[in-house]
């Protein structure tokens, strides 16, 4: 049985074709041996083969490459999971100097050990199996040849692309494009994503795209300095300061709402060390608050009777001071070089210069351009804020790409990271001044009358804060600040009735 189109099948197309008739021709095939014969099946019964029961079915079986689940994640607690513990600890002297003040000098540290994280025990693997040497070899021929799998003359020879399906489509323009890009652990993920692996093993367990396990390998280590000194309210003067050198150091920022924070190299999980990203080194409060010496029982005016104690008395002034250095700042090349882009968020950069020598890059500059926290000249712009010849905003302008004049910032190599140190740098320092003034009037002996004004920021001082705690060389806006730390100036008055 089959069917055909009726619209064929028309008065119009008949009287069109000289009155031949309303008819059409149709022919009957098999679709399964494309012949006539529509009994095939009753003449010649195929076999269908009984498939294989298998029970329970393993991980491996649900998630094979046959299922098109080529990103799986498996996620586990570790059985020996413990308690996280941290301890705190101090010491101090307290020493009377006298003016009705106390000045104290101590120390305090925390530590904290055990704490809980998730990291990624299936980390994208391009050493063991010798992919990033021959990513190498691959980049080299096509730098020379124009292809990367080349054979001519100063060729270096394949080792284990040959071994990945279609031999590692060398000639594919996404495979050529994180070839030339330096990022052999993305394609690598390329190729797993792909099911283009071969027998080339890129994960410790090729079952699996990501396996997350919470586990207790995070710590943290917290030291300061802190000196305060206190004068209790006398001579109508009361003070309170405070100043804290300190440092934190963990390998677990803790920041992230989901807590996985997988180490960017499994063999390497001293790089995740570095100061926590809510570290200060230093700060410096002063709150304050000043009763002036005019009005009854002071020592201008004391004799003054009740009209003109109003007027001249009752006057307060008030401030809080803060100074402090920024939030830390890395210097970063996130790509895929030796984990997977997205495990190299923190990655630093190359450099050739000692952190020291970058420190001293720092600061606040204005330019034509807008504002830099880093030298323009690292980015290859002139003072007047143009560009260089061959610069294009960026810290480094791509891996492969010639450098500019001035340049210290450089991308990592394929199969490496850098070894510089994230955090080191701070961010321009705050500063902030807050004042009121208050006036008290006695109206009677149960009521008072109190009249303020408030100046929050009273100098108006702009304040700079970086864009981002990690600024990528890659990213034409690199080194800018294009934020506020605080706001601008507000001034409010307010009056307060006590009865």
């Excluded at 009763?291 to 104690?309: I, R, T, V, Y």
């Excluded at 952190?355 to 030298?375: E, H, M, S």
């Excluded at 702009?462 to 507000?490: C, K, P, V």
């Amino acid at each position: 049985m089959d069917y055909v189109n009726d619209e064929l099948v028309r008065a119009p197309d008949n009287a069109l074709a000289n009155n031949t008739g309303l008819q059409q021709a149709v022919n009957l095939l098999n679709p399964l041996t494309g012949t006539g014969s529509l009994n095939d099946r009753a003449s010649a019964l195929r076999a269908i083969p009984v498939p294989t029961f298998i029970y329970p079915r393993t991980y491996v079986l649900n998630n094979s490459p046959a299922f098109g689940n080529l990103q799986a994640a498996a996620f586990a607690v570790d059985p020996n999971l413990q308690v996280p513990r941290t301890s705190e600890y101090s010491f101090g002297v307290q020493r009377e100097i006298g003016f009705n003040s106390v000045l104290e000098i101590r120390y305090v540290g925390s530590r904290g050990s055990n704490l809980m994280r998730a990291s990624d025990f299936n980390q994208v693997d391009i050493r063991n199996n010798g992919f990033a040497a021959d990513f190498n070899r691959a980049l080299a021929n096509f730098n020379l040849t124009g292809n990367a799998a080349c054979t001519t003359a100063g060729c270096q020879p394949l080792t284990v692309f040959p071994n990945l399906a279609g031999g590692g489509l060398l000639t594919n323009s996404t495979v050529l494009s994180q070839l030339t890009a330096g990022t052999p652990a993305d394609l690598a993920v390329t190729y797993i994503i792909n099911a283009l692996t071969g027998t080339v093993k890129f994960n410790p367990n090729p079952n699996i795209f990501v396996a997350d396990v919470v586990n207790n390998n995070a710590y943290f280590k917290y030291n300061s300095l802190q000196i305060e000194l206190r004068r209790r309210f006398s001579h109508g003067l009361w003070m309170n300061a405070n100043y804290t050198f300190e440092k934190e150091l963990t390998n677990g920022q803790g920041t992230g709402q989901t807590r996985v924070e997988a180490l960017l190299d499994n063999a390497q999980p001293n790089l995740e060390k570095a100061r926590a990203d809510y570290d200060q080194t230093q700060v410096f409060n002063l709150s304050a608050t000043y009763e002036l010496p005019f009005g009854k029982g002071k020592h201008f005016f004391g004799g003054a009777g009740s009209w003109l104690d109003r007027l001249v008395g009752g006057w307060e002034a008030t401030s809080i001071v803060r100074v402090g250095t920024g939030a830390p700042v890395s210097i970063v090349d996130p790509r895929g070089t030796l984990n997977r882009a997205a495990r190299s968020a923190r990655q630093t950069a190359l450099t050739n210069l000692t952190t020291d020598q970058i420190k001293a890059l720092t600061g606040v500059f204005r330019t034509a351009n807008g504002i830099y926290f880093f030298n323009p000249s690292t980015v290859g712009r002139n003072p007047d804020g143009s560009l260089q010849t061959g610069a294009t905003g960026r810290a480094a302008n791509g891996f492969g790409s010639p450098t500019f004049v001035g340049q210290v910032f450089f991308n990592d190599l394929p199969g490496t990271t850098s070894g510089l140190e994230r955090a080191f740098l701070n961010g321009p320092r705050t500063f902030n001044i807050d004042a009121s003034v208050i006036k008290n009037i006695r109206i009677s002996e149960s009521t008072k009358l109190q009249l303020r004004g408030e100046f929050f920021n009273l100098l108006n001082h702009t304040q700079f804060a970086t864009d981002t705690q990690f600024y990528s060389i890659g990213s034409t806006t690199f080194g800018r600040m294009t934020q506020l730390a605080n706001s601008a100036r507000i001034v409010q008055f307010a009056a307060r009735f006590e009865f």
